[in-house]
């Protein structure tokens, strides 16, 4: 017996919207408004959050490069190995380049002054005439901030020509003004001008920068916003996020600093943060009105259209769902639900393509990961473009990059030390090859091999490579100073460049192949790598004249090699 239709679906869908609607709109009403005070806290917080970060990383840098620069004056006033005649001038010197120091005194080792050494045109500020000794524990070793003032910091680094001996002290002073115009910046940017919002304290609550210039060296006025920040706080570097209850609630972030006993505080009040919640909250209760009303509308006159394709449709999803991509749905209602079906078939269509596609490349990254350089393999991937991994010739320019007096530090160190210090070079040396569009070689010992102007041609691959041996005799500066506190060692590196016609392309056995430059140029490179002085670049006339003038080459004159007819004509970078 045909089973007939009691009630049609069409008319139970408009019953239960008209039933039902108001109890889940209400639900979805709370729902957002929630969301939205969720929201609002969070935009707020990213705010004060985003406002510390940039003060504190501002005044972190400015106290970074000038305890840097301080402890270099101090290091040539102090230089056992330094002509007494000389380390004056030298320490003038080192002032005058600095960008944060304008002048420095020299104090004796009982804290009597010596000399003030200042820029040329600047003004010497008020040093004391006498430092007070003993000074506090910690800065007496390794120097820091000994105070603070109205927008002016003076750190004090000691005169050490040994580990353990201090022969006098260097007081240096530096100004917060960049700073001060930053925090007003911020404040009338992010907080409406409002001065309170946005402050850098010391932890003893006293004001180091403030929108409102008289709040500077006053103590902050709240003391339980200050008690309530110490706990915090308690971890340097990391900043923090919370409500604090006063005479009215505040959110408040706040961030220490790593290089002083600061903190920045960000903070605004919960009146003012959640004014736009309470416009919002009049909008969503009009929306949510206006949707329920059209829902019943829409659920009387579409039900019945909504319920024949829906089972078709609710079937191709779940075929999709079993990544089955060669069902198909056929819907002819001419409507949003045809449409919806054609989709579905197209989705299934390119679903079905895109696998095919990213099991392919998964398969090319997977098999030439192994042995080529990766943009070579990002290369061939996307491009499809296997030949181009094929032996051309192609105008390049080759770079050797040696450490200097390897055998003997091998000798001196561990084998584990050794083993660290030349993964960070090699590390190091590949990201700036990488970073100036050159492809990595290979690893010989302790020598690295990179070329540019292939796969892909480079007009300008002699420049790019010159920039790169730059960059690599540049970071001698930050990697021997980590290697000296660390191992107590300190490397340099010779390196040799040249530039010509090569071979490049795969080259190998049919088990191993490797992605490489043969040829004359690649010879003289590693030559002229061979015969350089430390930190020296040697390059040839031919790249020298592809560079256009764009660095500073001071012809050396010809030069012989075994094995070869022709002077090579020798040139040398200066950095």
């Known amino acids: 017996m045909e089973q007939k239709i009691q009630i049609p679906l069409w008319r139970k869908l408009a019953l239960l919207t008209a039933t039902f609607a108001i109890i889940p709109a209400s639900a979805i009403a709370w729902s957002l408004l929630d969301a939205n005070e969720a929201m609002i806290k969070q ?13 504190s990383q501002q005044l972190d840098t400015t106290l970074a490069q000038a305890s840097g620069d301080s402890a270099e004056v101090a290091l040539a006033l ?25 002048h420095a005194a020299i104090f004796a080792a009982d804290g009597k002054w010596i000399d003030t050494i200042a820029q040329p045109g600047k003004s010497e500020p008020n040093y004391p005439k006498q430092i007070e000794l003993p000074l506090p524990e910690g800065i007496a070793e390794n120097g820091g901030i000994l105070s603070a003032e109205r927008g002016r910091v003076r750190l004090i680094t000691p005169l050490k020509p040994s580990p353990d ?37 010391e932890q003893g609550g006293v004001v180091r920068a403030h929108a409102d210039s008289s709040q500077l060296g006053k103590p902050l006025g709240e003391e339980g916003l200050l008690a309530w920040l110490t706990p915090m706080t308690a971890v340097g570097g990391v900043a923090v996020s919370g409500e604090f209850d006063g005479t009215q609630r505040w959110f408040v972030t706040a961030d220490p600093l790593s290089r002083a006993p600061w903190m920045v505080v960000a903070r605004v009040t919960q009146a003012k ?19 329920m009303l059209l829902s019943c509308v829409a659920a009387l006159l579409l039900a019945r259209r ?12 779940a075929s999709l769902a079993r990544r089955d991509f060669g069902a198909r749905v056929h819907v002819n209602t001419r409507d949003e639900f045809a449409v919806l079906g054609h989709t579905l078939n197209h989705a299934a269509q390119s679903l079905a393509e895109s696998e095919d596609e990213i099991r392919r490349q998964e398969w090319v990254r997977a098999e030439l990961g192994r042995y080529l350089p990766r943009n070579v393999v990002e290369q061939v991937s996307t491009n499809h473009d296997l030949g181009s991994l094929e032996g051309r010739r192609a105008e390049v320019t080759v770079l050797f990059a ?48 990179a070329f540019w102007g292939a796969p892909n041609p480079d007009e300008e691959h002699a420049e790019n490579a010159l920039m790169a041996a730059e960059d690599l005799i540049s970071w001698l500066d930050v990697g021997n100073a980590r290697w000296r506190e660390k191992y107590g060692v300190e490397i340099e590196i010779a390196i040799g460049v040249n530039s010509g016609e090569a071979l490049v392309g795969n080259v190998g056995s049919e088990s191993r192949v490797a ?17 350089a002085r430390p930190n020296q670049i040697l390059i040839t006339s031919t790249t020298a004249a592809l560079t256009e003038d764009a660095f500073d080459i001071v012809e050396l004159g010809p030069r012989h090699f075994p094995g070869m007819d022709d002077e090579v004509e020798l040139c040398e970078v200066r950095l």
């Open 43 to 55: 935009v707020s917080r990213e705010v004060r959050l985003s406002a510390v970060s940039e003060i």
């Open 78 to 102: 102090s230089d056992p190995q330094l002509e007494r005649g000389l380390r004056i001038p030298l320490a003038r010197t080192l002032v005058a380049g600095s960008e944060p120091l304008d």
């Open 165 to 201: 001996k201090i022969t006098g002290y260097l007081l240096t002073e530096i100004g917060l003004e960049a700073l001060q115009q930053k925090l007003e910046e911020l404040v009338h940017a992010r907080f409406d001008g409002d001065a309170q919002a946005l402050f850098v304290i």
């Open 273 to 291: 943060a959640y004014e736009p919640l309470v416009r919002m909250r009049w909008a969503v209760i009009a929306g949510l009105v206006l949707t």
């Open 306 to 317: 909504f319920t024949r394709p829906v089972g078709e449709l609710v079937t191709q999803c």
């Open 402 to 449: 040696d450490i200097v007096g390897f055998t003997p530090l091998c000798e001196s160190r561990a084998p584990e030390d050794i083993v660290a210090m030349l993964n960070e070079f090699f590390t190091i040396a590949t990201e700036i090859v990488f970073r100036h569009g050159g492809v990595v070689d290979k690893f010989v010992g302790d020598c690295v091999m």
């Open 515 to 531: 992605y490489t430059v043969i040829g004359e140029v690649a010879n003289i490179a590693a030559r002229l790598e061979s015969i």
